[in-house]
């Protein structure tokens, strides 16, 4: 089945135009391809199981590190800002992966139709683990990529095929990871629903008080239990947003340097710069002219 999904990927990226990543007809399943180890990415993940099908890449989040080759996948639980890098690829074997965005609702009704679900680990926190990637699973991917060759099925065939993922990571061997991520506790979903408001809200000035308000924790509950879900904290988190939506403007031409760091909450256009360059390697003037150059 393994096989069966790396040609059945390998067949759809060389008949793509343009470059990787390529977002497909069904929404949230995008399929990536590097010809050659490639330099950091800076992306936002949604819950999402992220397959190397080929080759090898690594994923950090704040001080977390998960590093994942052929035959793995990545399962993230929270929205998180993230950054990563394909280490191994060349042109006669290509990385290769998948991103398949978890609906977390039909996940909760899968488990709602079982008679018995593993035990949720009280201990595990962590929004994000590393998985071997094998049998069903890698073949419910392959039919997803597979459907995309007839577009009028994917509506009415595409939701239950997200079911039976749900089923296998579920009844799988990190089963009772995924319930804790998709039952999680009220305390959880407060946490989440505060993660959502400085998500939401990246650009204002939002004190930590007011998350703690939101998670109904104390503020030094609320700044530790943050931290130990996403491996950053409430301020690193913000920063990241910031700065990701910073460059998008401006890789998009949409805004200039100080009107940029306005946009995203800063009131410093030099802070604003030497933070974008711990960020990102370089300036935002120079980082700007290299994103654009590299797709003119």
Not at 123 to 134: C, E, L, P, R, Y
Not at 203 to 227: D, G, T
């Amino acid at each position: 089945m393994a096989d069966d999904l790396l040609r059945t990927v390998l067949r759809f990226t060389e008949q793509q135009p343009g470059e990787s990543p390529f977002w497909t007809a069904i929404d949230g399943l995008a399929i990536l391809r590097s010809d050659r180890p490639k330099p950091l990415s800076h992306m936002i993940i949604k819950p999402a199981l992220c397959i190397t099908v080929q080759g090898a890449k690594w994923t950090a989040f704040g001080e977390r590190r998960y590093e994942y080759g052929a035959g793995q996948a990545m399962v993230v639980g929270v929205e998180m800002p993230a950054v990563g890098q394909v280490t191994q690829a060349s042109p006669d074997q290509p990385y290769l992966g998948l991103v398949i965005e978890l609906d977390l609702g039909a996940m909760r009704e899968v488990m709602e139709g079982l008679d018995e679900l593993p035990v949720a680990l009280e201990n595990v926190q962590h929004g994000v683990f590393v998985s071997d990637f094998a049998g069903p699973l890698a073949d419910c991917a392959a039919r997803a990529v597979r459907l995309l060759d007839t577009p009028q099925a994917i509506p009415l065939l595409y939701p239950a095929l997200m079911r039976e993922i749900c089923y296998w990571l579920i009844t799988g061997p990190h089963g009772a990871q995924v319930v804790k991520m998709a039952l999680a506790s009220d305390r959880t979903r407060r946490l989440v629903g505060a993660i959502h408001a400085l998500r939401d809200r990246f650009n204002e000035q939002i004190r930590v008080e007011e998350l703690a308000r939101i998670a109904q924790l104390s503020p030094s509950a609320f700044h530790r239990q943050f931290k130990a879900l996403t491996a950053m904290t409430p301020v690193q988190y913000q920063k990241q947003l910031r700065l990701f939506e910073a460059r998008r403007l401006l890789a998009s031409g949409e805004d200039k340097v100080e009107m940029a760091a306005f946009r995203v909450g800063y009131e410093s256009p030099s802070q604003f710069s030497r933070e974008y360059s711990r960020m990102f390697g370089t300036s935002p003037r120079r980082d700007v002219a290299s994103l654009r150059s590299a797709v003119s």
